[in-house]
């Protein structure tokens, strides 16, 4: 064997223990998140912490920079190539910030988390204030660390969804803000209104839980490498390739909550479950973006999940797990209730028209934040102006405004454009899509394979093989474009609220 | 701070360490015991290894003999130095195996269980030979490195029964075979048999858990502190002191399965809840031994759950959870049911009585074994006849013969005897309890707490604090007696059968 030979062989092994200590973390994850005992979460958090520093330090090891600089140089390999330029990447980045002040800010990191929470239960922003500047702090150090061509946002952005600047953000956000708005008051005038009320009632969790997992059956959602469980704030989460779960919240008076939450986890864990196996054991054996991942979500949970064809094919898989009174509602009236349009406080309770002005907002603040335009002292103000600004309501306290999000908490600053790029990636995915196949067709048969066939070609069995602007224009000829969201939700309010 | 203060405080961090790499271990056999899809098992057994190697990398390092060798001498801390004591056993019995031959023994350990699942599903013993035969002679190799006094099986015991030898257990075995095979010839003698078919019937999996959780929750169980989930093969395990987690199995034809498996584990489940929170971040914080952890699984099980007071006050809680069948038995009938004695070939699904017999032979039989007098490829016959000659039956096939147990095929020689040493410590505990406490009006009264503390105080805390020989001595003042274990099984069935 030669040198090189040798090198991607020990670069394997190497990989192999860092994604070890991953799968570890990830465990921990969703055990403390689905079901840890009260009491055991102290010992545990520091056997998380105890774990990442540990992966952290294979991340940023002269090992790891060694394999990096030899197989950069020499290896032919492309699948190596890419791995190893995604290690690169995790290392410069880690490298870049001095390891004391990486250390300082983990600990802030957790340190507001609990104080944000208290913040928000007390309802009170000054409790908040002190740590969020200094997190605010902290990122634009990192930012400078890191580096960026035309703006100090460009440099956090980069760390959830790669290739996208606030060049293109600010290219695309406002004409889709005023789409979105402009509609919004369409449908405030329209005199047609759809009753939610009649979705009302008592929903039992057991049976909740049952139709949960005949949909995700329904999906491709393979059980044999996946599992659902309950929990407050839902996620999927990859232990590995063969065993990626699904948590949804069960919520007794409102089964909208499970069951639009379970298909959108189960989106974001089809993507997972169909990666190429040849990339398992690597950083590439993940979703190549928050955005592009989020796409994969939004397209289960909007795109088919909220459909008339949907409706039509599983209305009566839901009648019969649903309670009495539901019973009786006409399609129509069911249909037109799960999509009512209504301004709110709350961004993960948000309908899929006003959701992408949410993130329009805390983008905003974001970038005024990091750019030193926005003073955190000024963010309950300034929110509450947005909210009524894009959406027309203004929130009675900072508990259900600016404090409702964990993000900034724990430094996610970056990350929130992530869900509307999402948003806009699935309507162009789908709009390629309906060019290949009957979807409409598709969903109101209940056979989803050949979508389910479709995303894993073009897009899941990549992981990051491929940024994610490279998938989107490899898959739809053409870069980011929003106007195919905004179509979408035209066409489809049109409909419900006749415009 | 002098050098041995800092010494102690570098040995407690990396004890922490140690610890995590425990936590995690755990955590991971518990998901693979009662959550992991049946896919992601290959990937996370991968995990497991190298999470196991860290562990044993610690466990040997040149850093952890340091610390032995300077605080052994120079510590004055009492914990300080039963810590370091158990921490050089580890170090000791794992570097006297040359790490060749560790490995390779790890291996054919994985190898062998796979193997011998496949034996026992095929009833065919002669694929499981040749690997039960190398298990055995690494055992043999493995007790000459360890060293012993008087019998090459001591070595092994020492792992599971510190302070226990052969010549121990050649004292009690015998005297306590004649007394049980007697009380059982006198049983099958009798004319007053119980009625088992009374306990007949379909008893759901959701109305067997609700009775678990409601017998764990009057056991004094934390269940803030832990949890009950549902496996194939029962098991107690603790992730950390303040997350003792219970698991057990339902089966719906048979609910005694899940009832006194419940109890036995919530027994464990006791013993890992109580352990002095001092000792926590420590390898002190542990059962002392297999046999007292037993005891404390049997005393719950057998001297609480299976006594006539008990079903006294607890037979309305469980009427509310069981099928309408079993709500017109009466409670003598079912408390005599659940006690019937029966010469069968299951070890573990063995009544009171019968259960030391099986263990018996198969210490008698790995004795010989390990010594040399018997050869594996006589086991199946040996087997037989030993059923036959301590049980009067005869096992029909190997599966349900020397197939059975899981032990041997992971190298588990030495680990049988704690079972029925558990057995007499509980006996002798009880004994001991019952002059300080009326256990059973306790009992029939329903308040499990003074019985609870009575274990905390004398056992639970110590953790490995003390040995399990010095808590027997500590606790009863006599050294290890099974008359306790006769004399109580003796009134117990001479009340059931009228002798």
Redesign the interface.
């Known amino acids: 064997m030669d040198n090189v030979a040798q090198a991607e062989k020990d670069f394997k092994e190497l990989l ?2 860092q994604n ?1 200590y991953r ?2 973390i990830m ?2 994850h969703w ?1 403390m998140r689905t ?6 979460v ?3 958090s ?2 998380v912490g ?2 990442s520093e540990k992966l952290h330090q294979i991340e940023t090891s002269e090992k790891m920079k060694n394999f990096i600089d030899v197989l950069k140089e020499h290896s032919e390999d492309d699948f190596i190539k890419k791995t190893v330029a995604e290690c690169e990447e995790i290392y410069e980045r880690n490298r870049k910030i001095p390891s004391a002040e990486f250390k300082e800010y983990v600990m802030l990191q957790s340190k507001s988390e609990s104080i944000w929470q208290e913040a928000k239960e007390k309802d009170d922003f000054s409790l908040f204030q002190p740590y969020l500047e200094q997190l605010v702090e902290y990122n634009k150090k990192f930012a400078n660390y890191w580096g960026y061509k035309d703006h100090i946002y460009d440099a956090l952005l980069d760390n959830y969804e790669p290739g996208v600047t606030v060049k293109t953000l600010d290219q695309v956000f406002p004409d889709l803000r005023k789409s979105l708005t402009g509609l919004l008051d369409q449908i405030s005038a329209s005199s047609v209104k759809p009753d939610p009320s009649v979705l009302e009632g008592h929903f039992p969790k057991e049976k909740q839980e049952a139709f949960s997992l005949a949909i995700l059956e329904k999906m491709g959602y ?6 659902l469980d309950e929990t407050i704030h839902p996620f999927a989460i990859a ?5 990626v ?1 699904v948590t949804t919240n069960y919520d007794e008076t409102d089964f909208r909550t499970a069951v639009f939450g379970t298909i959108h986890e189960g989106g974001h864990a089809l993507y997972e479950q169909n990666i190429s196996k040849s990339l ?1 054991n690597t950083p590439l054996s993940d979703g190549t973006s928050m955005g592009i991942h989020e796409s994969q979500s939004l397209f289960w949970e909007n795109f088919v999940g909220r459909t008339k064809s949907f409706w039509n094919s599983h209305y009566d898989l839901f009648k019969s797990f649903a309670p009495k009174n539901l019973q009786e509602v006409p399609l129509d009236d069911f249909y037109r209730a799960v999509n009512e349009v209504k301004p709110s406080f709350i961004r993960i309770e948000a309908d899929e028209l006003t959701y992408p002005l949410h993130i329009m907002i805390r983008y905003e603040l974001e970038k005024g934040l990091i750019n030193g335009d926005i003073k955190v002292a000024d963010l309950p103000r300034l929110w509450n102006e947005k909210m009524q600004e894009y959406l027309g309501v203004t929130p009675p306290n900072d508990r259900v405004g600016v404090l409702q999000d964990i993000h900034w908490s724990g430094g996610d600053f970056g990350y929130f454009p992530s869900y509307a790029l999402g948003y806009m990636y699935a309507a162009q995915f789908n709009h390629t899509l309906q060019k290949e196949l009957d979807v409409d067709r598709q969903i109101a048969s209940g056979n989803f394979t050949p979508i389910r066939e479709w995303l894993t070609k073009n897009i899941h069995q990549y992981g990051k093989m491929k940024k994610p602007l490279e998938i989107v224009e490899d898959v739809t000829n053409e870069k980011l474009n929003s106007d195919y969201l905004v179509n979408y939700l035209t066409e489809k309010y049109t409909d419900i609220y006749k415009l």
């Open positions: 192999k223990e070890a799968e570890t465990l921990t055990d079901k840890i005992p009260k009491k055991g102290e010992q545990r520091e056997v105890f774990l393979d059980f044999s490498s996946g599992r232990l590995n390739q063969n065993d779960r398992a």
